[in-house]
């Protein structure tokens, strides 16, 4: 019989003690290396959670630096018009705690941020932010207008190992994958067949 784990020193038995630098890894303001590796970053994902405690992951992207950074201790990230959908957007306004994990190309180490989020008007929000590089320079994100910019009040910052990156191989172009080639279902695809599946569902009711 499968037996479940319900309490953290179950999981202290298997796993034991993280070593000291693991431990001490954590700092509540940003500091001069984890400014630059997101100054290097064209893709955070996002978690959030309403007040019912439902939760999703949505990516933000852009080229490196379209997260600015206000100050050590503030972030600001723009967001375009998409599917207008909105389900993170409407979970921040329940719950502002959220998660971020920065990611870079090629690279397996990833950069975690815990913070508290607000919701603010377009792209005048962005005014008196920098890039954290001192190498990159842009004074405007290409794309479409900023609708809405996500200011990061910052609690927790911390560097997380690459090992799911390297063991998903993700970055070798080998393992990549062809749409076409693949069969991979798209968006597009995956979004009539879960809404024909839906309507299925509902008519069996």
């Not at 890894?25 to 590796?37: G, N, V, Y």
């Not at 993170?88 to 998660?99: A, E």
């Amino acid at each position: 019989m499968t037996k479940k784990i319900t309490d953290a020193g179950q999981l202290a038995d298997l796993f034991g003690e993280p070593s000291r630098v693991v431990k001490e890894a954590f700092c509540e303001h940003l500091e001069a290396k984890t400014r630059r590796f997101i100054s290097l970053s064209p893709l955070v994902f996002i978690a959030s959670g309403n007040a019912a405690g439902e939760l999703d992951l949505s990516p933000k992207g852009g080229e490196p630096g379209f997260v600015r950074i206000r100050n050590d201790r503030t972030l600001l990230i723009p967001d375009s018009k998409g599917n207008n959908k909105v389900h993170g957007f409407r979970n921040m306004l329940q719950n502002p705690n959220i998660g971020l994990t920065f990611v870079i190309p090629g690279i397996d180490d990833v950069l975690r941020i815990r913070g508290r989020v607000s919701l603010l008007y377009g792209r005048d929000a962005l005014t008196g932010s920098e890039i954290a590089g001192d190498d990159i320079k842009r004074d405007d994100i290409k794309g479409e207008d900023i609708k809405i910019v996500m200011e990061i009040a910052i609690q927790t910052v911390f560097p997380h190992c690459g090992k799911a990156f390297k063991v998903a191989d993700i970055w070798n172009p080998e393992t990549h994958l062809d749409a076409k080639g693949s069969n991979v279902p798209l968006v597009g695809q995956m979004a009539v067949a879960l809404a024909e599946a839906s309507k299925a569902d509902l008519e069996n009711v």
